[in-house]
C-alpha cells in the first residue's frame, strides 16, 4: 500500500520550502540594496561634510596660532570635539610644538582621518589632524537592520502557517483520492476509476491512471485466457522435459564411458609397457635361477664334502652376507680404483688369487673386509669357494627381482582393473582420494616416468562418490597438465580437508592457460589443442561429474603455475569428529 502522509508530506514541503526560500531571497535581496543606498548616501554626505569641517577648523584656529594663543586654540579643539561628530583631533604649532592631541571615541574605517596646514599670508602657523566617527550612521542603519530581521520572520511565519492552514488543505484532496484509486489498484482492484478533480493539469494524472487501470483489466483477462491454457501446454512440455532429460542422462553416461575408452585408448601402449618391463624382468631372472640348478646345486653336495672346515665356514659366511646385501637392488659392481684397493689390501694379507678374490667379493656384496674374513680368505680354494657363493647370492637377487617385479606387475593389473570394472552402486561409496589418485598414477606412470616429476602432499582426504568417475576427472587433468608442459616439469598433488569440505589440487609448472581462454575452458567443444587432438569435451565433462557429487572445480593460471581446484563434500563422520 502506499503511504499517503509521505507522499504528501514530500510534496508540500517541497513546495514550502521553495516559496519560503525565493519570497525570502526577494526580501532581502530588497532589504539589503536599500539599507546599502542608504548607508552609501550618508558615508558620501559625511566624507564632504569632513572637508568643510576640516576647511573651517583651519580658519578658527588661524588667528589663536597667529597670536600664539594656545589657550584659546585647545578651547576650539575641545569644542569640536564635543560636537560628537570628530573623535580625535590634533594640533600643533610650527613655532610651539603640539599643543592638542586628544581622541574620545573609536575611529570610523570608512570615514578617512583629514591632515590640513594652516597659513595666515602665506606663513605656515601649524597642522591640524582630525578623525571622524560614524556613530550617527550605526545609529541610523541598526534600526534599519532590525526591521529586515522582523520582515524575514514574519514572512517566514506567514508562509508557514499558509502552508499548514491553506495549501496542504487545498492539494490533500485530490492527492487523496488518487493515491487511494492506486492503491485500489495495486491491491488488484482493476475496476476501481479516479474521479476527476477540480484542476485540469491534476485531472491528465488522473484520466492517464484510469487508462492504464483499463488496460490492465483487459490484459488481465487475456491472462486468465492463456493461464487456462497453459495448465495444459505445461503438462505437456513437463513429459517432454522429463524424456530429454532420461535421454540426456542416458548420453552424458555414454559419453562419460566413451571417455573412459579413449583414455584407455591413449594408456593401452603404456600400460602394456608397464607389465612387459616386469614379465621380461620375471622370466630372464627365472632363466638365470634355472641355469643355476640345473648346472650347480645337483653337484652343490659334493662339492661341500671336498671342503675344510674352515672353508665351509668361508663359503657359509659368503652366503649370509650376500644374502643379506642381495635385498639391495641398487647395489652394483664397484669401480676400478675401489677394486685395486680391495686387490691391494688382499695382497697386504697375503691371501692368493688377489685379483679374482676382489672381483668375486664385489659381485657377493662386500665392500669392507674383516680379519676373520681375511683369515679364511688364505685357503687356495678361495676363489672357487667365493664363485659357488657368489651364484647362489646371484640366484637369490634373482628371487628378489621377480618378487618386486610382481609386485609392480600387480599393482598395474589392479588399478587396470579397478579402472574398467564399474560396480553398480559405484554411485554412492566411500572413497579414499589419495588412493584413488595413485591408482590413476599407476595406469599413467608409463607416460609421466621419462619428464614429469610427481610431488604429493596428502593429506585425510575421504569422501562419497563414485570412484570410478572421478578417477576419469583425475586422469583428464593430469593429461591435460602433462600435454601442457610437453612432458617435461613437474605436478603438485595436493589433497586435504577444510571445514566440511575437502580439497584436491593440481598444479603444474607449465606456459599457463591464455588470460583471454580462461572462461572458456568448461565450455563444451572448446579445446586450445590442434585440429584433430581434442574434442573440447573433457574439462566440461569434469566439471559435470564435481557438480553430480556436490562439488567445484575452478581453475587459476599464470605463466608458470597452472591450478586446478576440486572441493567436495567430506564424510558426514569426520565432520562430526573434527
Not at 402 to 428: C, H, M, P, W
Request: hydrophobic letters at 40%; glycine letters at 6%; aromatic letters at 4%.
Amino acid at each position: 500500500m502506499i503511504n499517503t502522509k509521505i507522499a504528501m508530506r514530500r510534496l508540500t514541503d517541497e513546495i514550502q520550502y521553495l516559496t519560503l526560500l525565493i519570497s525570502s531571497l526577494i526580501i532581502i535581496v530588497v532589504l539589503v540594496s536599500l539599507i546599502g543606498l542608504i548607508t552609501l548616501n550618508m558615508l558620501k554626505s559625511h566624507q564632504e561634510q569632513s572637508l568643510v569641517t576640516a576647511d573651517e577648523t583651519a580658519a578658527i584656529l588661524r588667528e589663536p596660532l597667529y597670536n600664539l594663543d594656545e589657550v584659546q586654540a585647545v578651547r576650539i579643539g575641545e569644542a569640536l570635539l564635543s560636537s560628537g561628530r570628530i573623535s580625535g583631533i590634533t594640533i600643533s604649532s610650527t613655532a610651539t610644538g603640539l599643543i592638542l592631541s586628544t581622541k574620545i571615541a573609536e575611529s570610523s574605517p570608512l570615514i578617512p582621518s583629514i591632515q590640513k596646514q594652516i597659513y595666515y599670508n602665506d606663513l605656515e602657523l601649524g597642522i591640524i589632524t582630525l578623525e571622524f566617527s560614524d556613530k550617527d550612521i550605526r545609529t541610523t542603519v541598526m534600526p534599519l537592520l532590525l526591521f529586515a530581521v522582523i520582515v524575514i520572520l514574519a514572512v517566514i511565519i506567514a508562509n508557514t502557517l499558509a502552508h499548514r492552514w491553506l495549501l496542504t488543505r487545498r492539494i490533500a484532496a485530490p492527492l487523496k483520492a488518487i493515491l487511494n484509486g492506486l492503491n485500489d489498484i495495486a491491491a488488484g482492484n482493476y475496476e476501481c476509476v479516479i474521479p476527476e478533480t477540480p484542476y485540469k493539469d491534476v485531472n491528465l494524472l488522473v484520466s492517464v491512471i484510469n487508462d492504464m487501470g483499463a488496460k490492465i483489466r483487459a490484459k488481465n483477462l487475456e491472462l486468465v485466457e492463456v493461464n487456462n491454457s497453459l495448465e495444459l501446454r505445461v503438462q505437456e512440455r513437463t513429459v517432454e522435459l522429463q524424456n530429454s532429460i532420461q535421454e540426456f542422462h542416458l548420453a552424458q553416461d555414454k559419453l562419460i564411458e566413451s571417455g573412459k575408452l579413449s583414455a584407455l585408448g591413449h594408456l593401452s601402449a603404456g600400460i602394456a609397457h608397464e607389465l612387459n618391463t616386469p614379465l621380461g624382468a620375471i622370466l630372464s631372472s627365472n632363466n638365470l635361477i634355472m641355469n643355476y640348478f640345473d648346472r650347480l646345486e645337483l653337484k652343490l653336495a659334493e662339492f661341500l664334502i671336498e671342503l675344510e672346515p674352515h672353508e665351509r665356514e668361508l663359503y657359509q659366511q659368503m652366503l649370509e652376507q650376500g644374502f643379506k646385501a642381495s635385498h639391495n637392488l641398487e647395489i652394483v659392481r664397484q669401480d676400478r680404483q675401489k677394486l685395486r684397493q680391495m686387490e691391494a689390501d688382499l695382497e697386504w694379507n697375503e691371501i692368493p688369487n688377489q685379483k679374482r678374490v676382489a672381483e668375486l667379493l664385489s659381485d657377493i656384496g662386500i665392500n669392507q673386509l674383516v680379519p676373520d674374513t681375511l683369515f679364511l680368505l688364505k685357503t687356495e680354494r678361495n676363489a672357487a669357494i667365493l664363485e659357488r657363493a657368489s651364484e647362489a647370492v646371484q640366484s637369490r637377487k634373482m628371487s628378489e627381482i621377480i618378487n618386486v617385479a610382481g609386485q609392480k606387475a600387480s599393482t598395474v593389473v589392479s588399478a587396470l582393473r579397478s579402472y574398467l570394472s564399474s560396480e553398480q552402486n559405484d554411485e554412492n561409496t566411500e572413497i579414499d582420494l589419495n588412493d584413488n589418485i595413485d591408482r590413476i598414477l599407476t595406469l599413467m606412470n608409463n607416460m609421466l616416468k621419462y619428464g614429469i616429476k610427481i610431488e604429493r602432499k596428502y593429506g585425510l582426504a575421504r569422501t562419497m562418490g563414485s570412484a570410478d568417475k572421478l578417477g576419469q576427472v583425475w586422469m583428464n587433468i593430469i593429461r591435460n597438465a602433462a600435454e601442457a608442459m610437453n612432458f617435461r616439469g613437474e605436478l603438485t598433488i595436493t589433497t586435504g580437508k577444510k571445514g566440511d569440505a575437502v580439497f584436491v589440487t593440481f598444479e603444474d609448472d607449465g606456459p599457463g592457460i591464455p588470460e583471454e581462454h580462461i572462461d572458456k575452458i568448461f565450455t563444451p567443444f572448446f579445446s586450445t589443442k590442434k585440429q584433430g587432438e581434442g574434442m573440447g569435451l573433457g574439462l566440461d565433462i569434469c566439471k559435470r561429474i564435481i557438480e553430480n557429487h556436490g562439488g567445484t572445480i575452478e581453475v587459476q593460471s599464470r605463466p608458470g603455475s597452472t591450478i586446478f581446484t576440486i572441493t567436495l563434500h567430506t564424510l558426514q563422520e569426520e565432520t562430526a569428529n573434527g
